[in-house]
């Protein structure tokens, strides 16, 4: 018989795994990958960004946000531009397909959550969120 705490371990792996796939067909369904969704959000929120900014936002390399940027401007959901000031900088920001995506994102997000939290109580939920945090305190580096 397994430990209490391995136990845990694996109902929290578990977890995580059949969140992390209603998030991707979510994603999938809207016709973008689970890695690009950041993009969106910092967008959203920081357009006109150059594509090193929005890679340390994004704590990734420039060349992976340049190849991401690339597919997701070939499918008409951001667009790059030149900085008024400075030519040689391009900077990016959501198309209005673009927006309307994100819209999509953030109602499916929503939907996950009221499908992974709906029967918790505000409580619960701040117990969880606490014990979370701790978790994560605990993993940091």
Known sequence: MLSDSTELTHLFIRTLRAHHTRMHAAHQSLGIHPGQVPVFFILSSHEGLN???????????PATVT????????SGFVERFSDPSDQRV???RLTPEGHNIFRQVQEA????DML??????????QQFRHLMEKMYGNLRE
């Open 51 to 61: 594509q090193k900014e929005l890679a340390k936002k994004m704590h990734i390399k």
């Open 116 to 125: 992974t939290f709906g029967n918790f109580s505000e409580e619960e939920q």
């Open 109 to 112: 997000m929503k939907e996950i």
């Open 67 to 74: 190849v991401m940027l690339t597919r997701l401007e070939q």
């Open 90 to 92: 391009w900077r990016v």
